[in-house]
């Protein structure tokens, strides 16, 4: 299959989209200074957000798997806080994990709207 039809395909945009975010996430995570800074202006809203956009993307990228993409990125979230523990110059913080499950439960509730509509 050539190139272009395959990135034609949306169902692997999602996917690419998906992965990438994955990838941003853990860099801006584990990043010690960011120049300039790439956040809402409050710890907790970058958790909300960031997880709200990957679920999104996960449910849009993987529709067959709605109940472990959602699983997946709270793992995904417990591994980044205890990341972060180990950096010396980031904290872990229960209320970040907090953040994330409703930015998950936000992400995936669009999401479903989102799927929904387009029936």
Not at 2 to 10: D, F, S, T
Not at 16 to 28: K, R, Y
Not at 86 to 98: E, F, I, S
């Amino acid at each position: 299959m050539p190139a272009a039809r395959r990135l034609a395909n949306p169902l692997r945009l999602w996917r690419l989209a998906f992965f990438g975010c994955l990838a941003a996430v853990l860099a801006l995570s584990l990043t010690k200074n960011v120049t300039p800074p790439l956040d809402t202006g409050w710890d907790k809203s970058n958790h909300l957000l960031a997880f709200a956009v990957l679920a999104f993307l996960g449910r849009l990228g993987f529709p067959e798997r709605r109940h472990s993409v959602p699983a997946g990125l709270l793992l995904y979230g417990i591994a980044i806080e205890g990341l972060q523990a180990l950096t010396g110059y980031r904290t872990a913080d229960y209320r970040d994990l907090l953040a994330d499950l409703l930015g998950i439960a936000l992400g995936s509730l669009i999401a479903a709207g989102w799927l929904w509509r387009k029936r």
